[in-house]
């Protein structure tokens, strides 16, 4: 299961090199037929796409490595790490929407555009947005946050030729209308870059294990232990394919050390077989006052 879902986000990864390269060649031509400077700088933002994209290989390859001596727990986490480098790709490629944006406002530019660009940019939104919605599909397929931010990436562009094609039908009535939709475009990009980068984030920081987890972790030792232990003091560390969990029971002290050892196991062995989370247990005596 998790070598087909390494195999997808690697087609992924290619496909999308390959499908840019191909786009920018089309769009760059355009711009030198048309000589249009927006359609030449949307051209180079289609190629960035694809140094997002072979970021999203190396973070898989690199993310299926078994672990080792320095990375016990693996490197699962290299996939987030590529995730965080295609979001903030992405907020710097929005920050400079808004920059030209304003520059154009400012300077009153109209773009003008020819038949050429019609045709480049209308291939570039449809193909980008079917390369986005199967980099999303792969994505949920397979779980993968740097594939689900290359997604975004790809959605990026096809909205930036969109203002382009809004631009070419409507600019003739209102000068302003390409800077005004960069910029809105722009805040809309800042967003999915914001939602990319808080969902990588986040696990790489640590977070505490939701309610519904540990509900459903409690009722597991009930079933291993057959009696109540009070699981508390819960910590999880997800390393991306693998899921570290510690916390605490608490076991009559009259217990013998063999007798809390084999209850703490096979709650172990329990939420390993259930949830395949490796857990670590430590053993608290149950005494009168607690």
């Given amino acids: 299961m998790i070598r087909d879902s390494n195999k997808l986000s690697y087609s992924e990864g290619w496909i999308s090199v390959v499908v840019n390269v191909g786009l920018f060649a089309l769009k760059y031509w355009a711009g030198i037929v048309t000589d249009s400077i927006a359609i030449k700088a949307d051209a180079w933002h289609t190629l960035s796409d694809s140094l997002t994209s072979v970021i999203v290989i190396v973070g898989v390859k690199i993310s299926t490595k078994p672990a080792d001596k320095e990375h016990p727990f693996g490197h699962g986490r290299a996939e987030w790490i590529a995730a965080i480098i295609i979001g903030i790709l992405l907020a710097l490629i929005a920050f400079n929407f808004i920059s030209?944006?304003?520059?154009?406002?400012?300077?009153?530019?109209?773009?003008?555009?020819?038949?050429?660009?019609?045709?480049?940019?209308?291939?570039?939104i449809l193909v980008k947005e079917a390369l986005a919605q199967y980099a999303l599909w792969a994505g949920k397929k397979t779980g993968s946050k740097a594939v689900m931010a290359d997604a975004w990436h790809h959605r990026s562009d096809a909205l930036s030729s969109l203002i382009i094609l809004i631009g070419i039908f409507f600019n003739t009535f209102f000068w302003w209308i390409d800077g005004v939709l960069g910029i809105i475009v722009a805040l809309l990009i800042i967003y999915a870059a914001f939602d990319i980068l808080k969902d990588s984030v986040s696990p790489i920081l640590g977070k505490e294990p939701d309610e519904a987890?540990?509900?459903?972790?409690?009722?597991?030792?009930?079933?291993?232990?057959?009696?109540?232990?009070?699981?508390?003091?819960?910590?999880?560390?997800?390393?991306?394919?693998?899921?570290?969990?510690?916390?605490?029971?608490?076991?009559?002290?009259?217990?013998?050390?063999?007798?809390?050892?084999?209850?703490?196991?096979?709650?172990?062995?329990?939420?390993?077989?259930?949830?395949?989370?490796?857990?670590?247990?430590?053993?608290?005596?149950?005494?009168?006052?607690?």
């Fill in 100 to 124: 030209e944006s304003f520059q154009r406002l400012r300077n009153h530019e109209a773009i003008e555009y020819g038949t050429i660009a019609i045709v480049a940019t209308v291939v570039s």
């Fill in 213 to 290: 987890l540990i509900k459903q972790i409690r009722k597991l030792c009930w079933q291993s232990a057959g009696e109540e232990v009070h699981a508390h003091h819960f910590h999880m560390h997800d390393y991306g394919g693998h899921t570290e969990l510690t916390f605490h029971i608490r076991l009559a002290q009259e217990m013998t050390l063999e007798e809390a050892h084999d209850i703490a196991t096979g709650i172990e062995n329990t939420i390993k077989d259930d949830l395949n989370i490796d857990a670590t247990i430590h053993v608290d005596p149950v005494t009168e006052t607690g």
